[in-house]
C-alpha cells in the first residue's frame, strides 16, 4: 500500500520551531518531487514548500520565506520541514503531498501531486 504519513504537529507558542516529518511507505520518496501544503480552518487549501528529487532546487510561499525550510532526510524515504519563528497565522493542518514531476509553474498546484498524506495539526497559540 502507497502510503505517506505525516508527523510533528503540535501546539507551540509564538515565536516558537516545530520540525514537521513526511515518511513514504510502499513506495520510495526519493524517486519523486516532494511539497508541503497546509489548509486553516475555512480557507484553501495553499503550497507551503516543495522540493526537488536530488534536493537541489526548493521554493517557498512568500508568508513562509526565511522562516520555513525543507531538506530531505538522511535517512530514505523522508522529507522534513524545520518551521522558526512560527506565527498564529501559521496555524493549519499540514500535508505532504509526492509528485513525480513538477515544473516551476506547477509545483504549488494540488493537482500536480500523486500521493498525499492525511495531515499532522500545527497550532500556534499562546
Known amino acids: 500500500q502507497l502510503q505517506l504519513v505525516e508527523s510533528g504537529g503540535d501546539l507551540v507558542q509564538p515565536g516558537g520551531s516545530l520540525r514537521l516529518s513526511c515518511s513514504a511507505s510502499?513506495?520510495?520518496?526519493?524517486?519523486?518531487?516532494v511539497g508541503w501544503f497546509r489548509q486553516a480552518p475555512g480557507k484553501e487549501r495553499e503550497g507551503v514548500s516543495c522540493?526537488?528529487?536530488?534536493?537541489?532546487?526548493?521554493h517557498y510561499a512568500d508568508s513562509v520565506k526565511g522562516r520555513f525550510t525543507i531538506a530531505r532526510g538522511d535517512a530514505k524515504n523522508t522529507v522534513y520541514l524545520q518551521k522558526n519563528g512560527l506565527k498564529a497565522e501559521d496555524t493549519a493542518v499540514y500535508y505532504c503531498a509526492a509528485a513525480t514531476n513538477w515544473t516551476p509553474t506547477t509545483r504549488t498546484t494540488r493537482a500536480t501531486y500523486d500521493y498525499w498524506g492525511q495531515g499532522t495539526q500545527v497550532t500556534v497559540s499562546s
Open positions: 522540493i526537488t528529487t536530488a534536493g537541489d532546487v526548493t
Open positions: 510502499g513506495f520510495t520518496l526519493d524517486y519523486y518531487a
